[in-house]
Nanobody
Framework: QVQLVESGGGLVQAGGSLRLSCAAS????????MGWFRQVQGEEREPVAA????????RYAESVKGRFTISRGNGVNTVYLQMNSLKSEDTAVYYC?????????????????WGQGTQVTVSS
């Protein structure tokens, strides 16, 4: 059974940093594209960042460019989201997603696997 498990969320002050991790199990995700999305209650899920199968191509939402960095761990089944200079508007539940096709996309419907999410709260 495929599982994606996020960790690293929490409460941080504005201007601070957090590093989210996504651990995949059940299959090898080395050929998969991976993405991070976020959702505020009552709003639609929005793309944050994505990375292709080998880490050579990344894509970011305009709102996080220059502040967030997505990367793949040395192990093939781990993806990270380093979040710096956090703002109150970054507060959301953050989800990790996996896509069998290894190319980058910001479209949520193109990801087949999803984690349960981790809460990030930025206090101003």
């Amino acid at each position: 059974q495929v599982q994606l498990v996020e960790s690293g969320g929490g409460l941080v002050q504005a201007g601070g940093s957090l590093r989210l991790s996504c651990a995949a199990s059940g299959r090898t995700f080395s050929n998969y594209a991976m993405g991070w999305f976020r959702q505020v209650q009552g709003e639609e899920r929005e793309p944050v960042a994505a990375i292709n199968w080998n880490g050579s191509h990344t894509r970011y939402a305009e709102s996080v460019k220059g502040r967030f960095t997505i990367s793949r761990g040395n192990g093939v089944n781990t993806v990270y989201l380093q979040m710096n200079s956090l703002k109150s508007e970054d507060t959301a539940v953050y989800y990790c997603a996996g896509r069998r096709l290894g190319t980058v996309t910001a479209e949520a419907e193109e990801y087949e696997y999803w984690g349960q999410g981790t809460q990030v709260t930025v206090s101003s």
